[in-house]
Every structure is written in C-alpha cells, then in structure tokens.
C-alpha cells in the first residue's frame, strides 16, 4: 500500500513539474522570439533605409546626368507615370506643380524605390508662377525650350537667393542648406499615412509633405508623437552650376 501511495505522489509531482516547466518553457520561447522579431524587424528596417539611402544618392545623379544632357532639371511627376510633368505656356514650358513625386522613368529609374511608395520631387516653387524670361529668374533651371536658359548668374548669387528655391533646417531651425533648386525625399515608413494625411504627421514630418519651400532633416525618432524617419537629399544651385560649367556647358 504504501509503495502504491509513494507511486501516485511521485506520478503528481512529475506531473507539476512538467506543467510549471512547459509554462516557464513557452514563456521563455516567448521572450526569445518576441525579441527575435523585433531584432529581424529592426534589421530589416535599417536595410530598407540603406537601401533608400542609396536610391536617394542614384536619383540625385540622375539628375546632375539629366541636366548636363537636357541642359535644365525636370520637372515634378504629377500623375505617377514616372514622366515629368509640364504646362505649355505663351512665354515657355512650365512646370505642372512644384511639388511631385520623382519623374523616375525619365531619369531611367526603377519604378519603385524602398518602401513601395515614389519618393517625393521638390523643387523651386515658382515655377507654376513665374515663366524664364533671361535666366534672371530660378525658374530657369526648368526652362525646357532653350538648353540651358540659365547662367552663372541665375539666383541664387550673392546678395539674391532667388525667389522660390528651397530651404532646409534641423528640428530646432538652423539651417542646413538653402539656395536649393531640387529636392528628393523619401517619407519612410510611415510614406502611406503622411501622403494620406500630411498635417496629421509630426511637425517635421508635416514639413516635408506641406508642398512649400521649407522642409526638415533630422535624426530618426522613433516615439510615436514625434515620429521622424524622412531622408532627404537635394541639388544646391550652386553644385548645378559647378558640373555644368565643368563640362563646359555654362
Ligand atoms: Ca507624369
Ligand atoms: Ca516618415
Ligand atoms: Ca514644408
Ligand atoms: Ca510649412
């Protein structure tokens, strides 16, 4: 009897050991993994915005390679055809809008860059108001009928920064860069909700989406109420000029 009674006690005990250990089992399994996920979405994550780093440096290229060629920057994407889009007007071509998405095909691109959404094609934003009349006006690096109908003395030069071109700051304000003629950006993670809705984004994130001239770069954020994950790159005027007068053409 008692060996039979020693038998169930044991059976019990095995058997409550087992459960509490499968338990603390899944719970570390749990942990493990959760922090695996987490690990392969941060890895994946950092290699998207590499890779959108990278599509980002391409495009600019593309377009230093479109301007020696064309002799003038083209114009925003209005329509998602990957073709620039333009307006004829009385005193020249102008540009559709300002603000656009990136003419890839026109550039000779890949349709789709990081994150599955166009990254967006900022540039001066006078070129819906104002036509080239002698390369006194920014405008004039879109000037489309007359290659280049801009010179070293288009604004921005000293002492006119040229009405329209675009500036960048940090989140505090200072100053990155101005004078700049073209910008490409990617909106990041978050591209579909900011395209969506722009003024529900962050403050910096609602920079970069409003369709003005000012726009926001900063280290990433990742707190849900300041979210910022945008990268930016653009083409100073200045730079423009230099390459083209390199090669001979200003
Ligand atoms: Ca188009
Ligand atoms: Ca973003
Ligand atoms: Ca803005
Ligand atoms: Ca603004």
Known sequence: MARKSDCRL????DAGFTLVEIAMVMVIISIVFAGALAGFRGFRDSAIYSQTDNYL????????????SQGYLPCPDTNNDGE??????????????????????????EPLPPWDVPVLYAINTQVVAATCSGAAESVCFFENEQAPAFDLKTPPVAGNDGNGNLTITDSSGAVIADNVVALIASAGKNARQTA??????????????????????????????????????????????GQMRDAGIL
């Open 10 to 13: 044991s059976v019990r005990v």
């Open 84 to 109: 620039q889009n333009t307006e004829l007007l009385a005193g020249g071509d102008t540009c559709t809008a300002s603000s656009g998405t990136l003419p890839w095909r026109a550039l000779g691109l």
């Open 57 to 68: 440096k391409e495009s600019q290229i593309s377009l230093f390679s479109f301007a020696l």
């Open 196 to 241: 969506a809705d722009c003024a529900a984004a962050s403050a910096d994130e609602s920079e970069n989406c409003d369709g003005d001239a000012d726009f926001v770069m900063d280290t990433t954020r990742t707190n849900e109420a300041d979210f910022f994950d945008d990268q930016l790159i653009w083409i100073h005027a200045n730079t423009l000029k």
